[in-house]
């Protein structure tokens, strides 16, 4: 399954990962070169006829599961990563919802939080805010535990997915205060990550992917400790009442 998001997160249209032309013969492929000595195996159908385990409907089905389920956790890790941001000794003199309501219209404002340094004319070091990097951290841990191959490239797609987590947060906190307001789904998130920040981030040098994993990096030993084990990357249930009480997966 880690295989298969991994695909996915190269997607300029992640939220339409499940229905793309290739989506079952990437599922097949994963599932082959997890399970070797199953390819040759032909279970039955409730119709009598014969197919190879890799094609039974119930994998498919687990497999669409599991992608939606960690998009959704992505999205939470978005509303997370605003809420736990009020928490921060920098942002404590935002102590009310006035306060708070301007710094998320600054924010928002020319997408400033999609910048680590938004002022600096030459060099902003985009993709690398702050709070883009602690959602996309939520990816990166599992990219981690996962022991990820990058047989598929750089995680671009998943990267703009993440932008647009953020971006919710913060529009959830436009009022000063907490408002669930609409689901994360593609319309406008996922249409808005591909049309306005996928060309920018598929063209991100080594260099810069680097940099941006090292950085994910950071935030996760800073809240969970290094991660030894591979693998482990269960699903959570989807809640999406209020930002997740925690930002990582549980190992």
Known sequence: MCRLLEW???LADTFQSNSHPEFDDTVKAEFNDAFPHLTAAKVKLENGTSVERASHPAVGVVARVFVRTHRSNLGKAGSTSVTENWKSEDMEEYDTPELRAEWVEDQLR???FLYEFPDDPTSK???????VITTFAYFVELYIRCGWSAKYGPPAGMLCLAVMAVKRGLTQWASGTFDKGGAFERVPWGTEAMRDFFPAASKLSEAKWDDIFGKAEAVIKATRGEIHVPGNDRDEEDE???PATTLF???
């Open 249 to 251: 997966m549980s190992p």
């Open 110 to 112: 020319d997408n400033r």
């Open 240 to 242: 999406d009442e209020q």
């Open 125 to 131: 070091g985009i993709f690398r805010g702050p709070l």
């Open 8 to 10: 996915v997160s190269t």
